[in-house]
């Protein structure tokens, strides 16, 4: 198994899910709200005169457990639907190994719970 994990735009999540389910069949995924920053360094905002710099943007972290042989595929697909069209900022994609990977449902490993489904 491998662990698909991708920084992405908030505004990015859904397309990237829906991409990835329609490409892969793939369904299960975790996301967690995270703020942090790149190259950008964050971004500078006026409000009624003043500025103000918000050093942390934010962001979501996506985390997909698939099979070993859909973790290219889902990677790319991840990076193209999270792609924003902005200078920079859109994120990152990496993969993981992971081993043990249990369905607490049915206490079976997650290959084994996915067959008998």
Known sequence: MTKVEAVVLRERVETVID??????????????EAVGHGRERGITHEYRGRVFESRFLPKALLAFVVADELAPVVAATIADAARSGNDNGDGLVWTTKVEHVTHNRTG????RAEEAA
């Open 19 to 32: 991409a990835v389910e329609e490409q892969t069949g793939h369904v299960g995924v975790t996301v967690v």
């Open 108 to 111: 079976l490993p997650l290959e």
